[in-house]
């Protein structure tokens, strides 16, 4: 078991520093999920498919991550709050190499 | 007044596969939708999205999941009220529950199944001000009626099918119509991204991309648009009667969580041990909208769900009745259209 160390800031601005496993074939938005930093039914709405914006964060620190399949391309061009370091979180593998991520959850649509 | 035995609020596969439980039970059912078709989020956002855990399916699309239940619960005759959102609910002196849509057809039956999934399905409002100001004043978030669009300028927004299917419709009916999209790329079929490009090139469609609209302007209704390309910041300020934003749909747990349910992160509780009844008797929650300890939003889940809940549903529909569970293979499975599929009887022959 090998974890790594994720900062998250929620939605209400509260920064949670979570452990998080490297092999356990988890993403980003499972991750938020499982130490439950946003409420069941406003994350990970499609469950993981790039299909909605609810895991939307943005990329605070410097890592090098995956680049955007088409599919996260495109729900980020029809989603809200967007900013250059937007991703899905859903599309974040957690890999070792994301040691000391620091991301911030992107608010919940209306 | 629409009447049944279990009128199921949300068509998706769990709702789809209680008619075929309760219709072994010879218990009638009729569906409410807020989609204009049956399927729920496998029909909606990944009808072409192949599932891996259903049983006995080592691989199967959603949307041929959607139409391998159609079928296999057609001989039980369900009703459907599509396209129309539950809004309200009201308990009989009888015991039994009108529900109420947002169009105003009522519906009674003495069981209510919640299969809601994650809530029914609203559209993506973009962030702009007043854009509730000139709802059904100009702005639309669904197109209902083309004709509306007669010799009218017309703004689209979005970059998936709705958006480019409508845009190409558009063109031979609204005297202009413009499709705003935040990138130069489309995601939708490739026949109708390519049929908009023919039509820009006609002259036809108006695109302009990267680019998104940044403010709505008019008095009593719509009367004019800002764009601003992503690009170069360039702000194009359009004369615009309609503006109609495609950008999906999401589910909103909604009205539901008025009906006095105990809901608990964003789903309803209900009894695990026994037949996934709520706190109200005669109303059960199966599938995604459910929650107790250890739930699984998983649709093999909701169809054990589906199954348990209906046992519960006869016994209170009739309470004097003591039902013996059948397995198909030996009762078959007799529809209320009167069509009957049993097992082929073996031949008794002896062999000379």
Not at chain 1, 51 to 77: F, N
Not at chain 2, 268 to 293: E, H, S
Not at chain 2, 338 to 350: L, N
Request: net charge negative.
């Amino acid at each position: 078991m090998s974890d790594i160390k994720i900062k998250i800031t929620d939605r209400d601005g509260v920064l949670h520093e979570v452990d998080a496993p490297t092999d356990m074939n988890m993403n980003l938005m499972e991750v938020v999920r499982t130490y439950e930093l946003a409420p069941e039914g406003t994350i990970g709405i499609c469950g993981g498919m790039a299909m909605c914006a609810s895991c939307q964060c943005y990329v605070k620190s410097d890592h090098e991550l995956p680049e955007k399949s088409d599919d996260e391309e495109a729900m980020l061009a029809e989603a809200f709050f967007v900013e250059d370091n937007s991703r899905l979180g859903c599309q974040i593998h957690i890999s070792p190499e994301l040691e000391g991520l620091e991301v911030e959850l992107a608010p919940e649509e209306q | 007044m629409i009447k049944t035995d279990i009128l199921i609020i949300g068509a998706g596969p769990t709702g789809l596969f209680t008619v075929f439980e309760a219709g072994l039970l010879q218990l009638k059912c009729h569906l409410i939708d807020a989609l204009p078709q049956p399927g729920g989020q496998c029909a909606e956002i990944y009808p072409k999205k192949p599932i891996y855990d259903i049983p006995g399916f080592p691989e199967v699309l959603a949307g041929e999941l959607v139409d391998n239940l159609m079928d296999q619960i057609k001989p039980f005759q369900p009703g459907f009220t599509l396209g129309e959102r539950a809004d309200a609910i009201e308990k009989l002196e009888d015991g039994s529950f009108v529900v109420t849509t947002n169009k105003g057809t009522k519906h009674n039956a003495p069981i209510v199944a919640i299969a809601g999934g994650l809530g029914s399905f609203e559209p993506r409002k973009p962030l702009l001000d007043n854009l509730s100001k000139f709802e059904d004043k100009g702005v639309a978030y669904m197109i209902k009626e083309p004709e509306v669009y007669r010799d009218k300028k017309v703004l689209i927004a979005g970059g998936g099918d709705s958006a480019l299917d409508w845009s190409i419709f558009l063109a031979d009916v609204a005297s202009e119509v413009t499709l705003v999209h935040r990138r130069n790329e489309f995601r939708g079929a490739l026949d109708s991204v390519e049929k908009v490009q023919q039509l820009k090139n006609q002259g036809k469609i108006n695109l302009i991309t990267p680019a998104e609209v940044v403010q709505l302007r008019g008095d009593d209704k719509l009367s004019g648009i800002v764009v601003r390309k992503t690009d170069n910041s360039e702000e194009i300020d359009l004369e615009v009667d309609n503006f109609i934003p495609l950008f999906g749909l999401s589910p909103k747990l909604g009205p539901i969580s008025e009906w006095g349910l105990e809901i608990e992160k964003n789903a309803i509780k209900v009894d695990n041990t026994l037949d996934y009844q709520t706190n109200i008797p005669g109303i059960y929650a199966i599938g995604d909208i459910n929650t107790y300890p250890g739930k699984l939003k998983l649709i093999l889940c909701g169809f054990h769900e589906a199954t348990l809940m209906c046992q519960s549903a006869y016994q209170r529909i009739h309470p004097d009745k003591k039902y013996v569970m059948k397995y198909t293979t030996v009762g078959g499975v007799t529809g209320f259209d009167g069509s009957k599929k049993e097992a082929p009887k073996a031949v008794v022959k002896a062999i000379e």
